[in-house]
């Protein structure tokens, strides 16, 4: 009798054990997707407004090299010089990269991964 209680015992505790297991993983994989998810949204969101600044930087560079041009001139002036503007733009950007990009990306991500949840606000809601 007490054999069969033991064992039948155990064999709870290990059925217990897997079905704690199956449900952390079943977490895990809902967070990771969770994740993935907010990354992902937020790189669209990054490219939609880079496509909507790019546009406006078209637009407002030729704007600029026409009245430039008018000042010199020279149209050919004009884009000479907003291209050079770009030039100079492009290379401090090529400088300054890690310093202007790279913490702000890593902070960024972080705040996704490493955020922790409030517990008691999750089981209230």
């Known amino acids: 009798m007490a054999k069969s209680f033991f064992s039948q015992s155990i064999t709870d505790l290990i059925n217990s ?16 997707m969770e994740k993935t998810a907010r990354i992902i949204s937020l790189i669209i969101a ?14 407002i560079s030729f704007a600029a090299a026409l009245w430039v041009g008018e000042l010199l001139q020279s149209q ?9 503007f770009y030039l100079i733009v492009g290379l401090l950007t090529l400088i300054l990269r890690r310093r202007l990009f790279l913490g702000a990306v890593i902070s960024h991500l972080s705040e996704i991964f490493f955020e922790e949840k409030n517990i008691d606000s999750d089981e209230e809601n």
């Open 76 to 84: 050919a002036l004009g884009y000479l010089c907003v291209a050079g």
């Open 17 to 32: 054990i897997r079905r704690y297991f199956d449900i952390r993983f079943t977490q895990v994989k809902l967070e990771v």
């Open 46 to 59: 990054a490219v939609f407004l880079l496509t909507l600044f790019m546009l406006f930087l078209i637009f």
